[in-house]
């Protein structure tokens, strides 16, 4: 996995960012091209990089802490409002719209991992200097950064909320669910929270308002972490059942057969759904035991 750490220094510029990305793939005339393309949106600076730095490789950039003064524009200091900051003193910082939603979108842990630095990247435009280190990575998990709206709600017939997840899984909810919790003056209530992709954010929001009695939602950033995966098969009462599995260090440590295709198996066959799922548990655990004795008699030789 490859991370782009970058380092603001005296605000935020698109022109100084875009310098020091080109310093830093300076060598290589294709990938410069592509730079080149790119539209040169004042909206859309994070938008139009981010799919071509993950096409590079790229899985994180990842922001450091700002400079601020007391000169700033008040949007630019209310969109940074979540933002690590660090005060200028005596000294007049440069502030470009499209940089600021670049860096409150890649705000994250600078602490530095351990990893093979390959290529640094400089560039300055009006007083501001951005300096980038693309590291390489080793990691376990795939990652990605997803989003979290929630609200709470004391006002509702709950018939309506089986609805409501199934219009917000069909237009791109990761996850929904409800918790218990107590509000103000003792009113039991539920919190609705939804896991989303930032593509689908705004949708998800215009659903939760227009399907639920809410007058405001929450949402924020999370770093989700997944162990690697692959899939495979195993044969269930001569069906085919797919079976997920979870890598960790190389190793398989999870194997879970498919829920869905133990319905489909349970229902053709007319067996109950827990004698079909525990089957396929059978199954994977031989073949895993199986994959494990060859691995051990390979080592041995």
């Given at each position: 996995?490859?991370?782009?750490y970058?380092?603001?220094?005296?605000?935020?510029?698109?022109?100084?960012?875009?310098?020091?990305?080109?310093?830093?793939?300076?060598d290589?005339?294709e990938?410069?091209n592509?730079?080149?393309?790119?539209?040169?949106s004042?909206?859309?600076?994070?938008?139009t990089?981010?799919?071509?730095?993950?096409?590079?490789?790229?899985e994180?950039?990842?922001?450091?802490?700002?400079?601020?003064?007391?000169d700033?524009?008040?949007?630019?200091?209310?969109?940074?409002?979540?933002?690590?900051?660090?005060?200028?003193?005596?000294?007049r910082?440069?502030?470009?719209?499209?940089?600021?939603v670049?860096?409150?979108?890649?705000?994250?842990?600078?602490?530095?991992?351990?990893g093979?630095?390959?290529?640094?990247?400089e560039?300055r435009?009006?007083g501001?200097?951005?300096?980038?280190?693309l590291?390489?990575?080793?990691s376990?998990?795939?990652?990605?950064?997803?989003?979290?709206?929630?609200?709470n709600?004391?006002?509702?017939?709950?018939?309506?909320?089986?609805?409501?997840?199934?219009?917000?899984?069909?237009?791109?909810a990761?996850?929904?669910?409800?918790?218990?919790?107590?509000?103000?003056?003792?009113?039991?209530?539920?919190?609705?929270?939804?896991?989303?992709?930032?593509?689908?954010?705004?949708?998800?929001?215009?659903?939760?308002?227009?399907?639920t009695?809410?007058?405001?939602?929450?949402?924020?950033?999370v770093?989700?972490?997944?162990?690697?995966?692959?899939?495979?098969?195993?044969?269930?009462?001569?069906?085919?059942?797919?079976?997920k599995?979870?890598?960790?260090?190389g190793?398989v440590?999870?194997a879970?057969p498919?829920y869905e295709?133990?319905?489909?198996?349970a229902?053709k066959?007319?067996?109950?759904?827990?004698?079909?799922?525990?089957?396929?548990?059978?199954?994977?655990?031989?073949?895993?035991?199986?994959e494990?004795?060859i691995?051990?008699?390979?080592?041995?030789t």
């Amino acid at each position: 996995m490859k991370i782009i750490y970058v380092n603001w220094n005296g605000g935020v510029s698109t022109t100084a960012f875009m310098a020091a990305l080109k310093d830093l793939w300076k060598d290589n005339e294709e990938i410069l091209n592509k730079f080149k393309k790119l539209n040169d949106s004042n909206n859309s600076l994070y938008d139009t990089i981010t799919p071509l730095l993950r096409d590079l490789g790229c899985e994180k950039v990842i922001s450091s802490a700002i400079e601020i003064d007391s000169d700033m524009d008040m949007e630019i200091m209310r969109l940074l409002k979540s933002c690590r900051i660090k005060l200028a003193q005596n000294r007049r910082c440069k502030y470009d719209y499209t940089a600021a939603v670049f860096v409150y979108k890649t705000q994250g842990d600078f602490n530095m991992e351990e990893g093979k630095l390959l290529s640094v990247g400089e560039g300055r435009a009006e007083g501001v200097q951005v300096k980038l280190m693309l590291v390489e990575v080793e990691s376990n998990f795939e990652e990605d950064r997803q989003y979290i709206i929630e609200c709470n709600i004391d006002d509702m017939n709950s018939e309506g909320y089986d609805y409501i997840f199934n219009k917000l899984l069909d237009n791109g909810a990761l996850d929904v669910y409800l918790t218990p919790i107590i509000m103000k003056k003792g009113r039991p209530a539920v919190k609705l929270s939804v896991l989303c992709t930032e593509k689908n954010k705004e949708g998800i929001e215009h659903i939760i308002f227009n399907e639920t009695s809410t007058f405001g939602v929450r949402s924020f950033a999370v770093e989700k972490k997944m162990l690697k995966r692959s899939f495979g098969k195993v044969m269930v009462y001569n069906e085919e059942v797919r079976v997920k599995y979870g890598y960790l260090d190389g190793k398989v440590v999870k194997a879970k057969p498919e829920y869905e295709d133990c319905k489909a198996v349970a229902s053709k066959l007319g067996m109950g759904i827990n004698r079909v799922y525990m089957e396929a548990v059978r199954k994977i655990e031989i073949e895993n035991f199986k994959e494990t004795e060859i691995m051990e008699n390979t080592e041995d030789t």
